[in-house]
């Protein structure tokens, strides 16, 4: 196998002369530049050592034909595992609704299930039972007031309380009026 000559550089001797030409005089501002642009880089010496055989350029080739047909095809295959996940979330959205479903059905097949239900939705009654609906029994006035709106301002009690809980418990056990649930 032969070896490929080395490219030239600075230090290689006289093999090839190389210019430099000076920049013309430029403003004062530039002028301290001047020193780090004095060292110039010649581009043909840098292009020169790059040598390409055509197994590289094929094989340069065949990697941005592979990208160009892979890039899509990875778009794609993301794109379907997104929908899959989202497939799989909705069948477990599924399942879950029909194990809620089949419980529902097998209290449902239970007798005092159904017989529950129908006393509480319905109102149905056994033979020989009677059932008092009592409605409104209560006299408006005799009912607890709606509470005002809360203030924002924080107030301090100087009592004790115990004896204050005290009075709430017995008060509680001996009112005449019922409260109102909602």
Do not use: H
């Amino acid at each position: 196998m032969a070896r490929r000559p080395a490219p030239p550089s600075a230090s290689s001797g006289a093999s090839r002369p190389t210019t430099t030409v000076k920049p013309p005089a430029r403003q004062p501002r530039e002028a301290a530049n001047r020193g780090s642009q004095e060292r110039r880089v010649d581009v043909r010496e840098w292009a020169s050592g790059i040598r390409l055989s055509a197994f590289s350029v094929i094989m340069l080739s065949l990697v941005v034909l592979g990208a160009w047909v892979l890039v899509p095809t990875l778009g794609t295959f993301i794109d379907q595992r997104q929908k899959i996940s989202a497939l799989e979330e909705s069948i477990q959205v599924s399942e879950d609704q029909i194990a809620a479903l089949e419980q529902e059905r097998e209290r449902w097949s239970d007798p005092a299930y159904i017989t529950t239900q129908a006393r509480e939705r319905l109102y149905y009654v056994k033979p020989g039972e009677v059932v008092y609906l009592i409605d409104n029994d209560l006299d408006p006035a005799a009912l607890p007031q709606q509470q005002g709106p809360v203030s924002d301002t924080l107030e301090e009690t100087p009592s004790d309380w115990m004896p204050q809980l005290l009075r709430t418990l017995t008060s509680a056990g001996l009112s005449d009026t019922a409260a109102v649930s909602r």
